[in-house]
């Protein structure tokens, strides 16, 4: 057989030998992941075809990471990997992580208990995850609500700036109702809290705010004793 001919079928059995070397089970295989989070609470982890992950080979990859929603944030964690977005923020990033063997979690850290997915890395047995812990709520916005003396009402911040528009949250309202002629009345999305017209003095109020129109009122002064504002 001629030498040239030997040579290039030595070139192919070596070409056919990396292929079936890098399809071996546990080679590594960079490549492309999406993440997802919302709208709504669709929560999701994909490979290029589309398909959720659930195994990957030890490696480099890139995460496409697209959150749609400022309820809900995508928290990635592992072995040598920690990535994610702010709950209160919206739009898409590009990730570039190396998973080594191990167990990877990925969640919402607002809503762990059913916004959450794990995946392996590797070909041996996989570690136990270490438990992230739980975020603590954050601590409630304190306003200052106020209703006499006289025909005033007012809602105000603590540095004293009339209340207009809000994030939605947990509020501590502190109601100083100075007469008895009047009451505080505060009517929005899923709340309706007021104090009694003949009653005088503080109360402290606890309350979520939704995204919506509030307004507020002395109910027997309505038409001139009012206030609004938006929560976003």
Request: aromatic share 6%.
């Given at each position: 057989m001629p030498r040239i001919v030997q040579l290039v079928l030595l070139l192919a059995l070596i070409a056919v030998a990396l292929v079936y070397a890098a399809a071996a089970?546990?080679?590594?295989?960079?490549?492309?992941?999406?993440?997802?989070v919302g709208p709504g609470f669709s929560f999701?982890?994909?490979?290029?075809?589309?398909?959720?992950?659930?195994?990957?080979?030890?490696?480099?990859?890139?995460?496409?990471?697209?959150d749609e929603s400022s309820l809900h944030n995508f928290d990635l964690f592992g072995?040598?990997?920690?990535?994610?977005?702010?709950?209160?923020?919206?739009?898409?990033?590009?990730?570039?992580?190396?998973?080594?063997?191990?167990?990877?979690?990925?969640?919402?850290?607002?809503?762990?208990?059913?916004?959450?997915?794990?995946?392996?890395?590797?070909?041996?047995?996989?570690?136990?995850?270490?438990?992230?812990?739980?975020?603590?709520?954050?601590?409630?916005?304190?306003?200052?609500?106020?209703?006499?003396?006289?025909q005033t009402i007012t809602l105000r911040r603590t540095n004293g700036a009339l209340v207009r528009s809000l994030p939605h949250g947990r509020y501590a309202i502190t109601v100083h109702d100075r007469a008895g002629s009047h009451n505080f009345h505060l009517i929005g999305p899923g709340l309706n809290r007021k104090t009694g017209v003949p009653f005088v003095g503080t109360v402290a109020w606890a309350v979520t705010l939704k995204k919506g129109a509030y307004a507020y009122r002395c109910d027997p002064h309505a038409p001139f004793m009012h206030g609004s504002f938006k929560v976003t």
């Open positions: 089970p546990g080679a590594r295989r960079d490549g492309n992941l999406v993440a997802k999701s982890l994909t490979d290029a075809s589309g398909a959720a992950v659930s195994h990957l080979d030890p490696g480099t990859y890139t995460i496409a990471v697209d072995p040598g990997v920690q990535k994610a977005t702010d709950i209160d923020g919206t739009g898409t990033a590009t990730w570039t992580v190396t998973f080594t063997d191990g167990a990877y979690t990925f969640q919402c850290d607002a809503h762990v208990q059913t916004m959450k997915g794990t995946f392996t890395v590797g070909t041996g047995p996989a570690p136990a995850p270490t438990p992230k812990p739980t975020p603590k709520p954050k601590a409630a916005t304190k306003l200052v609500a106020s209703v006499g003396p006289g």
